[in-house]
């Protein structure tokens, strides 16, 4: 993944960390098979885990989908060309060059990517097939879910694999759903679950030899975040901001911190590159250290930010995640029990979660591009604390008599802690919209809900309310967010073509012989050549007696 980005840097070191507890932590056993077994799954999963949190939402699906195929290549359960069929289709065929298409409603590319997968054995009449039987076909093709749709001519005892081949090659926008659906069928649902950076887990994974730095993207400063966590452990936070001439501070930050315990927060390292080596230095060779010590970076990506410092951290981002159901479940990783009973009125659990989901359509709606916003406003976490802050103070305030003033609190949404954002008067308009429709006494009737399935939880507890958010759908229709269902064509089928590409931009390239090699094949390929260039190995004693030949002066040397 170093290719996508040059942030996404892992080490030796890390892996034979995540080793380590991998045979601490997996389960045991006294069958030395299924013992190995446990440590693989488990290795798999923390491994996963630890590197999908450093990277952009947009390349963790991405990194899913590929970690799947190669783990099932290397299995032998999808074979090489099927591999290549799927991340290229036909885009390296000629029109002109293949059999024309046999009707006008099939599209050019769709005809080609039907060619090339009838060179596999399984799909080698497909052809043919859509010739003779177009009517089914494109009644198939129309389907609003075609992957959950008989398919025609038999191929409904496919697995999920070479259905995803089939959808890739007919329903460019549909290749995500059945994607989902072949990572699940072969890794588990744990997969497809959005990975959400938990500050806590990342400081007790730390160490103060080990900075921890966070990949900076619209809204998602984890500063407030990371102040919060370190009020709450009763340890000092000392933040600076990089730029020119802030070198002095930060290195008089580190050592006070090192000296007293505490964390450090370098912000904007990116402006700051010249001093991250020498900070490094700093925290590798610093002894003794206080044990509370740690440091933090935010940074954005720069091409010239040091790979050794890279290497040496614990990464993560702060980005939303996809989804009302991870966006929901990241916002309640940060509710407390403590939080839900801090007031007294019965509204008061429904507003926070009417908030949340909130917070999460206006990051949701972001990736619909201008169908979203028509300007992509920076919406993150202190809009929803101040909001939240605010219905608090409201209700705390509240005259019996008088009730909740909802003209207030839509003002104060639409208008000021959401709204302040945002310049379009038909963004401001939707925002308002959204505010006068889910806020207000309607929002605590049995009957209300945000749109079909999605419901206001009458529960209690913290635990209850991520229960429930654990039973929302992984997949949201953009009627959810207030769009018609067309508007996730255009976002699925650019994000289906931009993560192949990404996929196949990253692969080896192709040898002359047509088929190809993997990155380690040719590894393995130059290791076995090394090897048989090297002489064989000596016998010692054989050694011993040519040296006492060449006297005792030279004898004496040898070990």
Not at 263 to 284: K, P, R, S, T
Not at 304 to 333: E, H, M, S, W
Not at 456 to 477: A, M, S, W
Request: glycine share 6%; charged share 25%; aromatic share 12%.
């Amino acid at each position: 993944m170093s290719f996508v980005s040059i942030m996404y840097q892992t080490s030796l070191k890390q892996f034979l960390g995540i080793f380590d507890l991998s045979m601490t932590k997996s389960v045991k056993s006294p069958i030395t098979t299924k013992r190995i077994s446990n440590i693989i799954e488990f290795l798999t999963f923390a491994v996963f885990q630890y590197t999908a949190r450093g990277f952009y939402e947009e390349d963790k699906f991405t990194f899913t989908l590929l970690l799947t195929l190669k783990l099932d290549l290397n299995a032998k359960k999808i074979k090489h060309e099927e591999f290549q069929t799927l991340i290229k289709g036909g885009a390296s065929l000629d029109l002109n060059a293949v059999e024309p298409k046999p009707k006008k409603w099939i599209m050019e590319m769709t005809w080609l990517n039907l060619v090339q997968l009838s060179e596999l054995p399984q799909f080698s009449q497909i052809t043919q097939q859509v010739s003779r039987n177009d009517r089914e076909w494109k009644n198939w093709f129309d389907s609003e879910a075609p992957e959950e749709t008989s398919i025609p001519d038999g191929y409904n005892t496919l697995d999920t694999f070479r259905k995803l081949l089939l959808v890739r090659s007919w329903c460019p926008d549909r290749t995500l759903a059945q994607a989902r659906d072949y990572i699940n069928d072969s890794m588990g649902s744990k997969y497809t679950d959005s990975v959400i950076s938990n500050l806590v887990t990342i400081v007790e994974e730390s160490d103060p030899k080990q900075p921890m730095i966070c990949f900076l993207s619209l809204g998602s400063d984890p500063t407030d975040n990371i102040e919060k966590l370190a009020k709450k452990m009763g340890l000092p936070c000392r933040a600076i901001s990089m730029g020119q001439g802030q070198d002095v501070h930060a290195r008089r930050i580190l050592q006070q911190c090192i000296q007293d315990g505490g964390w450090a927060l370098l912000q904007n390292c990116h402006l700051g590159l010249d001093f991250m080596d020498e900070m490094l230095d700093i925290v590798l060779t610093a002894d003794p250290v206080n044990e509370n010590f740690r440091v933090w970076i935010t940074t954005e990506v720069h091409p010239k930010f040091p790979i050794t410092l890279l290497q040496a951290c614990i990464k993560f981002t702060n980005d939303p995640p996809q989804g009302v159901k991870a966006g929901l479940k990241r916002t309640y990783t940060g509710v407390t029990q403590e939080q839900l009973e801090i007031s007294n009125r019965p509204e008061w659990k429904s507003a926070i979660y009417g908030v949340a989901f909130l917070h999460t359509t206006v990051q949701e709606r972001r990736k619909f591009g201008p169908l979203g916003w028509n300007i992509p406003y920076e919406f993150n976490q202190a809009d929803y604390n101040a909001t939240v802050m605010f219905i608090q103070n409201h209700l705390d305030d509240l005259d019996p008599k008088k009730g909740i003033s909802w003209v207030t609190i839509r003002y104060m949404i639409g208008e000021v802690h959401y709204g302040g954002r945002v310049t379009d008067d038909y963004d401001k308009c939707l925002l308002n919209t959204f505010a006068r429709v889910w806020f207000g006494d309607h929002m605590f009737s049995d009957t209300f809900n945000f749109f079909k399935g999605y419901d206001i939880p009458k529960v209690k507890t913290v635990d209850d309310y991520r229960g429930f958010i654990e039973n929302l759908p992984n997949v949201d229709t953009p009627q959810v967010f207030g769009l018609h269902p067309n508007a996730d064509i255009t976002y699925q089928t650019n994000f289906s073509n931009q993560c192949l590409e990404t996929i196949v931009n990253i692969q080896p390239k192709d040898s002359g012989g047509g088929g190809g090699e993997t990155r380690e094949s040719v590894v393995f390929r130059l290791a076995t050549e090394m090897q048989e260039k090297l002489p064989a190995d000596f016998i010692p004693f054989e050694v011993k007696d040519r040296l006492k030949k060449m006297g005792a002066s030279a004898y004496e040397y040898l070990p």
